[in-house]
């Protein structure tokens, strides 16, 4: 069990469109509208972990022609993401919406490749109550919300504290490129992620 709450941990904290995303509303519209945004993306991402429990997120992923679209079209969104930040220039960019609230979150969770990624990974390894497949999956259930929330809240402060500091220009200008990075590695690993589904069909 020690070893799936750090693998929540590791997987959650590390910079993907959710978190992301959640500290961008939290630097353009504060708490509350923030909090709204969290509690979208927190539906969206236990809605994505009962479609892998009951696998019919496999289902769908396991049709060529849906997984290629959903790759293309992820993929192909998050660069565009990647590269407004990087020519934000000085101004703390993330990703901002207009007045993003519970659906936007909650859309954003869905279409989420990395979401998809981690719930197969926690949900299929880490195997730590082999006399019951249903009491095991809703402790993971437990653990992984207590670890996602608090996540998703440090993200949110870290939004709204970067947006009332006054950063000198140099350092604005290099958190948008490390966040236009962060979003470039979650396409390439989203890329991985999708090909790594069907590793016989490029044979």
Not at 34 to 54: E, K, M, P, Q, R
Request: with cysteine; proline share 4%; aromatic share 12%.
């Amino acid at each position: 069990m020690i070893a799936f709450v750090l693998a929540v941990f590791l997987l959650v904290v590390t910079p993907g469109p959710g978190v992301l995303s959640t500290a961008g509303v939290g630097a353009a519209f504060g708490w509350r509208q923030g909090l709204f945004y969290i509690a979208g993306l927190w539906a969206g991402t236990n809605l994505g972990g009962l479609a892998v429990i009951s696998g019919l997120a496999a289902i769908i992923l396991a049709e060529p022609l849906v997984r290629t679209i959903l790759l293309f079209a992820s993929a192909g969104y998050l660069g565009y993401l990647a590269l407004q930040i990087a020519l934000a220039g000085t101004k703390i960019a993330f990703i901002h919406t207009v007045a993003p609230g519970f659906v936007s979150g909650l859309m954003l969770a869905l279409i989420n490749p990395k979401a998809y990624a981690v719930n197969t990974t926690l949900f299929t390894s880490f195997g730590f109550y082999p006399d019951s497949f249903a009491i095991e999956t809703a402790l993971k259930l437990i653990i992984f919300n207590i670890v996602w929330l608090p996540t998703h809240l440090v993200w949110l402060y870290v939004g709204v504290k970067l947006n009332s500091l006054n950063l000198p220009a140099r350092t604005q200008r290099l958190i948008n490129l490390v966040m236009a990075a962060c979003l470039l590695a979650v396409v390439g690993l989203s890329v991985w992620s999708v090909l790594l589904l069907a590793p016989g069909e490029a044979s």
